[in-house]
């Protein structure tokens, strides 16, 4: 689909809608204050430049265009856009500013501002409103939920486990690639968990993070068992299935995750792993990550965990908390959100249990169970640029919901220390602007390499 369909239907009109003498318009958007969260992770916005903005408007994009948009009932602005075909070669004549991907932004400060470049298009910065706020607000909201789950395990490993940095990579499974609406929403949001974590088994994540940000290879999984291949066997060979799981992906360094409540649970862990296949997970060299799937997921993880103490036994660590022998360890993927995880680290290290001893895995509530509104997103028009050049001030300001005011004029984005503040462009003085030029009239300005947007998003995170 090209940008020009990229669009909402009333957006179609708006060309006609502008004073006379606007000669540019520029736009900004930003995750306003009162959302789920005070801060936000930037990303994404890389991925949209190089897949859709990249991608000259032709001929034929402009008759399909005229054909669905006229019958649709709605005015079409053909010769604005056959000129952009004619004259500028389909490019879109559009400077886009951002904050570094990866940046840890106060809610409330611009991510990213659009403006025209061509004062014959004014209309065009807020008609990809649609397509851009999109390319924004998703992957900067999964990339934001996941940064807050890692700043919650992050502190129960600092508190309970002796080397949490080396544990930390791989607590947060990404297991959210069947709940996303589309295969391109699992690639998108997949690569946004993966700023933060190294753990996934969303593809789509890893081809993405490769295609748009150069990273070889952003994340790993290990051999895991799923309920159709436990229940083939039957309940009489539940065992059979079990030890069939370790003599396949067992070995000298290995992880290997089995789905261990198909029929009971607590006898699994009990009869089975704690008793029959005892010895052979001891011996095998790796490490059995035995996986609750049901039942309350503040309780029935943690429970797991005393009971494989109990069978395997577990050490002391420096800071006081118990860990399971390595052999053995716990994942809980069912239940899992960011509100869950709290409480099952909260109650895990009340009962004595390091964090170290749980990895998580989290399905629609990373990648599905978010909306425009987790973060409050908008993208508002803040500037009119008028015939004799100068940049006038736009804003709403609705007396019904002050909270949905918006800021009035070219932005800029201020760091004083570690906090970054919005301010009007003429009030930046000798300040360097933390916004800056990403895109200009079909060209790739900055290109974010994965590590880089890792890296940055670890500015917060201290040992």
């Not at 909402?8 to 306003?32: F, N, V, W």
């Not at 508190?159 to 391109?184: H, K, N, Y």
């Not at 462009?425 to 590590?451: C, K, Y």
Request: hydrophobic content about 40%.
């Amino acid at each position: 689909m090209s940008l020009i369909l990229n669009t909402d239907s009333y957006k179609t009109s708006h060309y006609l809608q502008y004073p006379p003498d606007t000669q540019g318009i520029s736009a900004y958007i930003e995750a306003r204050t009162g959302g789920t969260y005070d801060s936000v992770l930037f990303f994404g916005l890389q991925m949209f430049l190089k897949e859709y903005l990249s991608r000259p408007i032709t001929k034929e994009d402009v008759d399909e265009a005229q054909e669905i948009i006229t019958a649709h009932g709605m005015p079409f602005n053909e010769a604005d856009w056959q000129l952009l075909v004619d004259e500028l070669g389909g490019i879109l004549p559009l400077e886009i500013e951002a904050l570094a991907e990866g940046t840890i932004a106060p809610a409330g400060v611009p991510l990213v501002q659009v403006r025209n470049t061509d004062p014959r298009f004014f209309w065009l910065p807020t008609y990809i409103e649609t397509a851009l706020l999109r390319a924004v607000w998703y992957p900067t909201t999964v990339a934001t939920v996941s940064w807050h789950v890692k700043q919650t395990i992050a502190a129960a490993l600092e508190r309970s486990c002796d080397t949490p940095g080396d544990i930390l990579p791989t607590r947060l499974q990404d297991f959210g690639a069947r709940g996303t609406g589309a295969l391109e929403q699992a690639g998108i949001g997949g690569t946004a968990h993966l700023v933060n974590f190294q753990g996934t088994d969303t593809i789509a994540g890893l081809l993405d993070a490769r295609k748009y940000y150069g990273e070889a290879m952003a994340g790993f999984s290990i051999p895991a068992a799923e309920h159709s291949t436990i229940t083939a066997w039957g309940e009489d060979r539940e065992t059979d299935a079990y030890r069939n799981m370790v003599d396949q992906f067992g070995g000298p360094g290995k992880l290997v995750a089995v789905v261990s409540d198909s029929y009971d649970l607590y006898n699994a862990v009990d009869k089975i792993w704690g008793q029959t296949l005892k010895e052979k997970v001891q011996t095998c060299g790796g490490t059995v990550v035995v996986r609750p799937d049901s039942g309350d997921p503040t309780e029935v993880p943690i429970r797991t965990i005393e009971k494989l103490g109990d069978h395997f036994g577990f050490a002391t660590n420096k800071k006081g908390f118990k860990v399971l022998a390595p052999c053995i360890r716990v994942i809980q993927g069912d239940g899992v959100t960011p509100q869950t995880i709290a409480v099952i680290l909260d109650g895990l290290l009340d009962r004595g249990w390091s964090a170290e001893n749980l990895a998580f895995g989290m399905g629609g509530g990373l990648l599905q169970k978010v909306d425009r509104d987790t973060l409050r997103f908008a993208m508002k028009a803040n500037a009119r640029l008028d015939e004799g050049g100068n940049w006038i001030g736009v804003n709403k300001a609705p007396k019904t919901d002050p909270g949905k005011a918006s800021k009035r004029g070219r932005q800029a984005v201020i760091r004083s220390g570690t906090t970054l503040t919005a301010a009007p462009i003429e009030e930046l003085g000798s300040n360097a602007n933390q916004m800056t030029p990403v895109w200009r009239d079909g060209e790739l300005l900055v290109d974010h390499s994965f590590a880089e947007i890792r890296d940055r998003s670890e500015a917060k995170l201290t040992w």
